[in-house]
């Protein structure tokens, strides 16, 4: 059973920092596409970032140059590097996961986490 557990969430002022980890389990797929979405409160939810079983790896507009996705592909883990956080980033994230060897697309998600909360204050 793929599974999915979500880490590194919490309240940051703007400007600051945080790294979330994503420990994936429960599958032995050598091609995969991982990454994070997020869904703020009244909104829908947006793809954030991806990374391919080859490291390709793909931004949304709005945190490009600020967030890194990195993954450690020993220990099975995806990281999300937000730097110089703002309000607007402001949501509940999710990791997730495609195992089809597919365009690596967030929409194409068939697993994900139980998501972790980030609020940035003003």
């Known amino acids: 059973q793929v599974q999915l557990v979500e880490s590194g969430g919490g309240s940051v002022q703007a400007g600051g920092s945080l790294r979330l980890s994503c420990a994936a389990s429960?599958?032995?797929?050598?091609?995969?596409?991982m990454g994070w979405f997020r869904q703020a409160p009244g909104k829908e939810r947006e793809g954030v970032a991806t990374?391919?079983?080859?490291?390709?790896?793909s931004y949304t507009a709005l945190v490009k140059g600020r967030f890194t996705i990195s993954k450690d592909a020993a220990k099975n883990t995806v990281f999300l590097q937000m730097n110089s956080l703002a309000p607007e980033d402001t949501a509940m994230y999710y990791c997730?996961?495609?195992?089809?060897?597919?365009?690596?697309?967030?929409?194409?998600?068939?697993?994900w986490g139980q998501g972790i909360q980030v609020t940035v204050s003003s």
């Open positions: 990374i391919a079983s080859d490291g390709t790896t």
């Open positions: 429960g599958y032995t797929s050598s091609s995969y596409c």
């Open positions: 997730g996961a495609d195992l089809q060897g597919g365009y690596c697309w967030w929409p194409n998600f068939g697993y």
